[in-house]
């Protein structure tokens, strides 16, 4: 089992940034690649942002070049450095991670991010 929790989110206005963490516990060994998940009313929950336990990392196109992923295997944290808010990236956020073995995946509670015109 694997447990995550997000830091809070906020309301930034637009232009602003805003980092997210997600703090790992339990059968940390198993995690293969962490990452952030988002879903915004009436919309499915979509990629963000993935980094693998090798450092490879995934965005998704409508972040590129302003958000960031990193990860402290030391702390078990991954971290979302997000720059440049839009209004359109006001979402719940997700922390998930997926397992090496049998590709579980277990999520965060979500954190609700708002981004003001």
């Known amino acids: 089992q694997v447990q995550l929790v997000e830091s809070e989110g906020g309301l930034v206005q637009a232009g602003g940034s805003l980092s997210l963490s997600c703090a790992a516990s339990g059968n940390t060994l198993s995690i293969n690649v962490i990452g952030w998940y988002r879903q915004a009313p009436g919309n499915q929950r979509a990629l963000v942002a993935t980094?693998?336990?090798?450092?490879?990392?995934n965005y998704a196109d409508s972040v590129k070049g302003r958000f960031t992923i990193s990860r402290d295997n030391a702390k078990n944290t991954v971290y979302l450095q997000m720059n440049s808010l839009k209004p359109e990236d006001t979402a719940v956020y997700y922390c998930?991670?997926?397992?090496?073995?049998?590709?579980?995946?277990?999520w965060g509670q979500g954190t609700q991010v708002t981004v003001s015109a």
């Open positions: 980094i693998s336990s090798s450092g490879s990392t």
């Open positions: 998930k991670a997926n397992t090496l073995l049998y590709s579980i995946n277990y």
